[in-house]
């Protein structure tokens, strides 16, 4: 299995979110798109494609919001594991306590089966408050 390296992130011109490879990230971060321009982005936005796909089929990336059943939940990467969880219940988590595991899910690529991918935190804030 190959394993694809991406990102997104918010270009500060536009508004828009370009996909692509990360060239740099410090004060500014860099961004190149499909057709190698390079993008100015917000460092605080970007956001890494996690490998795994909703029930649509669309990608998810770190940052995007998901809903599944009545559930409206947060992707992050926490201590470099794969979690989601709702930030409206859980608070904004930055460290992952393994004992208290009750409050994040730790995910794999079944889990997201069920999931939909409605929106993410940069250009939807307002879904997960």
Do not use: W
């Not at 057709?35 to 990608?59: C, M, R, S, W």
């Not at 940052?63 to 594991?81: P, Q, T, W």
Request: charged share 25%; with cysteine; hydrophobic share 35%.
């Amino acid at each position: 299995m190959e394993r694809v390296i991406k990102f997104r992130a918010l270009s500060i011109i536009g508004s828009t979110m370009i996909y692509g490879s990360l060239i740099r990230q410090h004060v500014s971060a860099f961004v190149f798109d499909e057709h190698y321009t390079t993008h100015e982005v917000a460092p605080e936005t970007i956001g890494q494609f996690t490998g795994l796909t909703d029930k649509n089929g669309k990608e998810i990336y770190e940052g995007d919001i998901v809903k599944v059943g009545g559930l409206i939940e947060l992707v992050r990467y926490i201590d470099g594991i794969l979690c989601c969880f709702s930030e409206k219940i859980y608070g904004k988590h930055k460290h992952l306590n393994i004992e208290d595991s009750e409050e994040l899910v730790v995910t794999y690529s079944d889990y997201f089966d069920p999931y939909e991918v409605i929106g993410n935190i940069h250009e939807n804030p307002e879904t997960c408050a």
